[in-house]
């Protein structure tokens, strides 16, 4: 998509696409900018993964969510960076004390880390349709990620294929996984898995119901499949690469968290609240509650402007 710079005659220049000389210098500028480009912490770069399997991750970082993530860049799609994620993925699962004390060590000790979903992030200026089509059918928590550089300035990015978290929308998909007897009966489940259902358990209509509408209203603000939805123990999260919103349904009302500084909202009621220094499940600082149908529209405007950031 061409890009223009107007000037202050009213112009348009066109700003010509640009390359990275180095694909370090791809990484580094990820790197230095991981929380706003991706919604996720660095734990650490180019991190070697030991004698057994060799190799050498770009990027370990822990997401908004606090699931552990991989991220492995590429300046072209003509190299083999899905099995090599797939391969990080593996030493991952198996080295989780080692992700665990990198990542206090980069992060701090009270950092919490939720194995249920291990991510793989990969970013290169374009994949093909098989790829896209190969990601889709291995099963596994990877996004991938386009880049375009302008000039020596402006950087645009795009997800073009997100793993998808809860079924949208109220549709049902049961995965079919044949294990052997033996593996079925030695497995034991790492983690909880959380569904919408967890959530809407024990709810009232009314509460049920007014999440429902709100929910209908957050799909909306894009086109389908773009955001993704994903339950977690303490809230039901909204993405489009990265958390925008994030909903927790109470007895009698729906406390929302919004992923925008507060100073940076449009409030004209005043119904946000910062959370910056006090303790909060949502991953974002700016809360906001929703007790009844005809505030709808005020809230559902504010998570709009949280969104429009991710776009």
């Known amino acids: 998509m061409p890009l223009y710079r107007i000037d202050p005659q009213q112009k348009t220049v066109q700003v010509k696409p640009a390359n990275f000389s180095r694909e370090r210098d791809l990484q580094k500028l990820f790197e230095a900018n991981l929380e706003s480009l991706l919604g996720v912490r660095l734990v650490a770069s180019e991190f070697t993964t030991g004698d057994r399997q060799r190799g050498r991750i770009d990027t370990l970082g822990l997401d908004q969510d606090g699931y552990p993530t991989i991220i492995e860049y590429k300046k072209s799609n003509k190299e083999n960076i899905i099995n090599q994620g797939l391969f990080y993925m593996d030493w991952l699962v198996d080295h989780k004390g080692d992700f665990a004390l990198s990542a206090q060590k980069a992060l701090g000790n009270e950092i919490k880390i939720d194995w249920s979903r291990p991510r793989l992030l990969l970013v290169a200026e374009s994949f ?171 809230v559902v405007n504010l998570i709009e402007q949280s969104y429009r950031q991710t776009v």
């Open 128 to 298: 093909s349709d098989y790829d896209q089509y190969a990601v889709n059918r291995i099963g596994a928590n990877i996004d991938l990620w386009t880049y375009r550089l302008y000039g020596d300035d402006l950087l645009s990015m795009h997800a073009i294929y997100e793993a998808p978290g809860q079924p949208a929308r109220g549709k049902t998909v049961t995965p079919v996984v044949t294990v052997p007897i033996e593996e079925a009966e030695a497995e034991k489940p790492e983690a909880p898995v959380y569904t919408l259902d967890d959530h809407l358990a024990r709810k009232s209509k009314e509460t049920q119901e007014l999440f429902q509408a709100l929910r209908e209203r957050i799909f909306a603000l894009g086109e389908p499949s773009e955001i993704v939805e994903k339950a977690n123990k303490m809230y039901v999260g909204y993405k489009h690469g990265k958390n925008f919103c994030e909903v927790r349904l109470q007895s009698k009302l729906l406390q929302i968290w919004l992923d925008i500084p507060p100073a940076e909202l449009e409030d004209p009621y005043h119904l946000v609240r910062d959370v910056s220094k006090i303790g909060h499940y949502g991953t974002g600082n700016s809360e906001v509650r929703l007790t009844n149908p005809s505030e709808l529209e005020r």
